[in-house]
């Protein structure tokens, strides 16, 4: 089984990263196939409202690292979303991946019950808004999620003594892990709820 990272801060190796690789070496541990994506540098354009994925549930914007990203996320079976907190919530760069990633797999409902965590490394304030928009993306897919951190540092390295931040870090790490095995141990007896296509409806007509 395997679990992705998504880094979403412009740094590929910063305080995003090293809270990555805490989550990593937890789940390690129970042998999980582990993999980060950055997404932060701002390479991947947003959603252009164009609903084509409405129909096919895939985005129709031409974009080959989207492609790939997408691909691996829809693989995976657990995803761990980290970011710092800009002004009190997502970065821009991570918020348009996640926006067109989500939308594309919404109809389809591609992402329900895979298992879901998050975190938000700041300075000083902001972690709870950040955390609340990330696990906004995981309750609208109907995923499982199983924790947050939020995790105080500034310079690179500092998240490293946040000692509390890091030991949340490893207890979601360590949910997911069981869950994760937990949906692997039943799959053969416990067969899933099944999946009832959405109904949009507009209030305003």
């Not at 348009?96 to 975190?119: E, I, P, W, Y």
């Not at 949340?168 to 899933?192: D, F, G, S, Y």
Request: hydrophobic residues 40%.
């Amino acid at each position: 089984m395997k679990i992705i990272g998504i880094n979403g801060s412009p740094k590929a190796d910063g305080n995003t990263f090293l809270t990555i690789n805490a989550f990593f070496e937890e789940v390690s541990k129970d042998g999980f196939e582990t993999e980060i994506l950055h997404v932060g540098h701002g390479q991947i354009p947003g959603c252009a409202a164009c609903m084509a994925c409405e129909a096919t549930g895939e985005c129709a914007i031409t974009h080959e690292l989207f492609k790939q990203y997408s691909g691996k996320i829809m693989e995976a079976d657990g995803i761990f979303l980290a970011v710092p907190a800009y002004f009190g919530t997502i970065p821009g760069q991570m918020k348009s991946f996640l926006d067109r990633f989500f939308f594309q797999c919404f109809q389809t409902g591609r992402m329900r019950h895979k298992v879901g965590a998050a975190a938000a490394i700041l300075r000083r304030s902001g972690g709870l808004t950040t955390i609340d928009d990330l696990n906004k993306f995981f309750l609208a897919s109907n995923m499982i999620m199983v924790g947050h951190s939020i995790i105080h540092g500034t310079a690179p390295g500092e998240v490293l003594q946040d000692y509390e931040g890091l030991a949340a870090v490893r207890r979601i790490a360590r949910n997911m892990a069981w869950i994760l095995k937990m949906k692997e141990a039943t799959k053969q007896t416990i067969e899933p709820p099944q999946y009832e296509q959405r109904q949009f409806m507009n209030f305003i007509r």
